[in-house]
């Protein structure tokens, strides 16, 4: 009787331990499902976001500068291809792009350069970026050589409309947004 209760009792025991196994084998299997479906979506919108970058006109820091200095007035995105939000934008910005077709100033480009700081690290765009407020991305500024600098604050990517961005790109000259550009001319 006491072997059977034994056996009983030890059956019992290695059932229990197998469901368990089962279990945890589930949750990982589930774990490294929901990372690996992560991982593939963020594939997908960073090559969705690169080919979406590539219908603006790359630009450097150094580039920037010089367009300033120049007297030159343009419009700048600045965005990092890991960042969620600078992929929504930028679809929404692409759009938007079209009112260029129509422009509604002569004195303006009708083009969009693209600043990207995915990787960027040196103490030129470290200094840009601090000179002109652009702590996150996405930011879309309108310059007008020293005179003018304005942006859209604050771009909430989920809620801003494609009608949103083209009024900014129709009226960069709102007074409240306006502001002096820093003096990017270094006298040694």
Known sequence: MRKILLLSSLNVL?????????EEEVTIDSATYSSVAQETSSEEGQ????????????????????KINNGDAFYLFVGAEDSADAQTFATKLEEASSIFENPSSADIEGVIYYLDLTNASDQATTTFTEDYGIDTVPAFHFFEGQIYNSEIEDINSENITVEEIQDYINTPYQDEHVTTVPDEN???
């Open 186 to 188: 270094v006298d040694n």
């Open 14 to 22: 290695l059932f229990a331990c197998a469901n368990q196994t089962n």
């Open 47 to 66: 090559a969705s976001y690169q080919s979406t970058v590539q219908n603006f006109t790359a630009i450097t820091v150094e580039e920037i500068i010089n």
